[in-house]
């Protein structure tokens, strides 16, 4: 079984940065293709971001595209989500997701695409 960890999380200003981070155990980590999902309040849980398991190739919505990057360490078995100018409609919690298997499912931008969740981490832009 996976456990995924999110941390990083907080209150930001609008423009401001913040660096989440989600530390996963269970499996061996560079076998796990890694997402970023979202969810604001009264909608429902979007794609943020994904990497396949050797890192390399990344995939990004067109939201976050240009101020967001995903990365992963897999020596210290953490995937993380550098987030940059920061805007009010980025408030959500955020979710790390993953997939066995190094490549990315089919579905990769959908919660159908992943196996393993994490509990979350609040994220608050304010204006």
């Known amino acids: 079984q996976v456990q995924l960890v999110e941390s990083g999380g907080g209150l930001v200003q609008a423009g401001g940065s913040l660096r989440l981070s989600c530390a996963a155990s269970g499996r061996t980590f560079s076998g796990l293709a890694m997402g970023w999902f979202r969810q604001a309040p009264g909608k429902e849980r979007e794609f943020v971001a994904a990497i396949r398991g050797s890192g390399g190739r990344t995939f990004y919505a067109d939201s976050v595209k240009g101020r967001f990057t995903i990365s992963r360490d897999n020596a210290k078995n953490t995937v993380y989500l550098q987030m940059n100018s920061l805007k009010p409609e980025d408030t959500a919690v955020y979710y790390c997701?993953?997939?066995?298997?190094?490549?990315?499912?089919?579905?990769?931008?959908?919660?159908?695409?992943?196996?393993?969740w994490g509990q979350g981490t609040q994220v608050t832009v304010s204006s």
């Open positions: 997701a993953a997939t066995a298997g190094t490549y990315l499912s089919s579905d990769y931008t959908s919660s159908r695409g992943y196996n393993y």
